[in-house]
């Protein structure tokens, strides 16, 4: 875990949170952000059959302390407020994107200049309503030892984490981690996708199937 003990970040959201109203009323759904957390985390060591293969490791070529993925779990509850067009128990998707304002680069540092905004677009299909839902993205060993290491991601550093949540195809929520970070409305475009990735790309895809709802074919690609 990060320096001993996990970097988490849970933050007041309810104090901060600047969620659209006005698309919640419109489609009878009470969606409220929670927690952010942002943590470094290791693989977890696995028994693998057969034959390893020679050469070098991505591990060993970063360094034991880079060699960790970046996980930002969000945590928000939906409330459905059911109205005569919409009477299931479930939602049919639930688009949740993350969206990470990268480091600075560390003094010296000789890669392009940062920040740079990256975006996780979350599709996560037959959702249960009324009940906690997680959603997580990652960002690979090499970007994290690229960006500085995990000492890159610690709390004083100038780092930003967006989320918005949209059903279909309305946003009913969105919440930054860290206000002061980044321009005003900095994550509403989108930045670069395909970096920081969801979790079926990652090693952690079957240890956390019963936290995550199922994510529809296009996020899982």
Known sequence: MFFGSAFLVTAALLLWVSPSYA???????????QDIK?????????????????????????????????EIE???????????????DYFDELN???HLNTPEPPPGSKEPDWPEVLTAD???????????????????????????????FQPQT???VAIEIFVK??????QEKNEKVGKPGWYEKGGKT????????????????????????SSAK
């Open 158 to 160: 100038k780092m930003n």
């Open 38 to 70: 942002v943590e470094a985390v290791d693989v977890p060591i696995r028994s693998i059959n057969g034959r390893p293969k020679n050469g070098s490791k991505i591990s060993q070529d970063l360094g034991a302390s880079n060699a960790k993925w970046i």
């Open 194 to 217: 395909g970096v920081l990735i969801p979790i079926t790309k990652t090693p952690f895809a079957m240890d956390y199937w019963d936290r995550y709802y199922p994510l529809s074919e």
């Open 23 to 33: 698309g919640q009323q419109e489609l009878g759904y009470r969606i409220m952000p």
């Open 169 to 174: 195809g309305k946003l009913v929520a969105d």
């Open 96 to 98: 949740v994107k993350i």
């Open 122 to 152: 979350l599709k996560y299909s037959t959702v249960k309503k009324g009940r906690e839902i997680f959603a997580v993205a990652y960002l690979p060993p090499p970007l994290v030892a690229r960006m500085g290491g995990v000492n890159a």
């Open 74 to 88: 969000v945590k928000f509850e939906a409330d459905p407020k059911r109205t005569p067009e919409d009477t299931s």
